[in-house]
């Protein structure tokens, strides 16, 4: 089934809210830290090498990105938070525009949080959950990088990260993946096709 998010194609880049598509399709947004591998994973979704673009300086994507599936559907690539190196007048434009975007947007399904197998659950991390929490948005935690891990010490990470979230009063879906070799392709999959209604 990965050959239909291979349909992806970029539709528009939204720096406010008046130029998010009018279209009432479907939205599953990917979310993360500037430096989590938000970029490949995208990339490696949609088995395309530079959808989104993958930046060598963490944090230049400060807009948002829509990229059309079909007419009912749509994959929505959120500015990354955290780590830019931005001035404070653009963090907080860049910050209303999240809120905008995750606060109001009704046909939001479902929001993948990427995370650094390595560093996760960071402050911005646990403001995206809780921040979803409050919106009763689903998500699904995304641990990248998992080649970086050997496999022990990449599954106790998923354990771990699992526990800590639960402990925090979060009831959300966690995996680990690597856009290197694809590991956890087929479980991302699967949640996104339950999101937007796609058969397997």
């Known amino acids: 089934m990965a050959n239909y998010y291979r349909r992806a ?9 008046s130029q998010f598509p009018q279209a009432e399709s479907v939205e599953v947004a990917f979310a993360g830290r500037s430096n989590a591998g938000k970029s490949s994973a995208l990339n490696t ?3 395309q090498k530079s959808l989104a673009r993958v930046s060598k300086t963490p944090g230049r994507t400060q807009l948002i990105n829509f990229f059309d599936l079909d007419e ?3 994959l929505v690539d959120l500015p990354g938070y955290g780590f830019a190196k931005v001035p404070e007048k653009v963090r ?3 910050q209303h525009l999240m809120e905008q975007y995750l606060g109001n947007r009704e046909q939001l399904r479902g929001v993948v949080v990427i995370m650094d197998i390595r560093h996760p659950l960071k402050d911005y991390d646990m403001k995206m959950l809780e921040w979803c929490d409050y919106m009763q948005t689903p998500v699904h935690v995304l641990l ?12 106790a990470q ?14 959300v879906s966690v995996q680990m993946f690597s856009a290197l070799n694809k590991t956890g392709l087929d479980e ?7 999101w937007f209604g796609v058969e397997d």
């Open 158 to 171: 998923v354990l771990k990260v699992k526990k800590d979230i639960k402990a925090a009063g979060y009831d």
């Open 144 to 155: 990248t990088k998992a080649d970086k891990l050997k496999r022990g010490p990449a599954s």
């Open 9 to 17: 194609k970029f539709l528009i880049s939204a720096g406010k809210s």
């Open 188 to 194: 991302l999959l699967q949640v996104l096709n339950g």
């Open 45 to 47: 979704l949609c088995e």
């Open 92 to 94: 907080r434009e860049w």
């Open 72 to 74: 009912q559907r749509c």
